[in-house]
């Protein structure tokens, strides 16, 4: 049995990963059961965890993974479909074709997964320059583009590690130039630096959020951020 306050932290994570497919962040957390302190939290998320609730992901800075749900909710976390981010394993694919949309492979895979361009690499930390061109094609999951044109970027640098964003890591956008406060986006700043921020706004301004508290909110007047895309799924190499 669970406790009322762990049963409200497991499915605030669990609603929260359905809807943007990342945990929160720990503040997040205390916020949203009013606590006073992250400490409570810790508490909480052992306590799920002992009970086989939660795993916490190795080598992942409070990355976390739901195993189950109360019986009244779910006896298994169902996998996610359609626009949510996902975290899958994988590998780079092959060098291959120019961008546009999101591509079927071979015809024997049963259209299961699609071809997404990489377009070069993007920025979680110090900006780095604009997208580049296609230098490869990886093979996505279907179910984690959905519709649309996408493009995929390999991420450099830490400050979207509590958004369960690493170093490394390749990050499946969806081309689109809008987005709502709170999406994780491709902003491209004064038309040559490309950063991968949490999209924010402060009055007639844009604020850059990072998911790291090493990193400063950057603020900017609106026309000088250009929203390129939205993060959708998440795909990382085990080595």
Do not use: C, W
Not at 6 to 29: A, T, W, Y
Not at 60 to 85: D, H, T
């Amino acid at each position: 049995m669970l406790t009322r306050k762990q049963q409200e932290l497991l499915l605030f994570i669990h609603e929260r990963m359905k809807e943007s497919g990342v945990p929160p962040s720990f503040d997040e957390m205390k916020d949203a059961l009013d606590l006073a302190s992250k400490s409570g939290i810790h508490r909480l998320i052992t306590a799920l965890e002992e009970r086989g609730f939660i795993r916490r992901l190795p080598n992942r800075a409070r990355a976390l993974e739901v195993i189950k749900l109360p019986e009244a909710y779910s006896a298994s976390l169902q996998p996610k479909r359609g626009f949510s981010p996902s975290v899958i394993q994988g590998s780079l694919g092959s060098p291959s074709a120019p961008l546009a949309a999101a591509k079927p492979p071979a015809a024997n895979n049963e259209n299961t997964s699609v071809l997404v361009p990489v377009m070069g690499r993007i920025a979680a930390g110090v900006p780095i320059s604009a997208i580049q061109n296609n230098t490869h094609d990886i093979s996505v999951p279907m179910e984690m583009v959905g519709s649309g044109e996408h493009y995929a970027l390999e991420v450099r640098g830490d400050s979207m590690i509590e958004a369960g964003i690493l170093d490394g890591d390749t990050v499946i956008i969806r081309n689109t130039t809008s987005a709502s406060p709170g999406e994780i986006v491709v902003a491209l700043v004064d038309d040559e630096e490309a950063t991968l921020k949490r999209f924010r706004r402060k009055g007639a301004s844009i604020a850059l959020e990072a998911a790291n508290p090493a990193y400063e909110t950057r603020i900017f007047g609106p026309d000088r951020v250009k929203i390129q895309g939205k993060l959708v799924g998440l795909i990382r190499r085990y080595h």
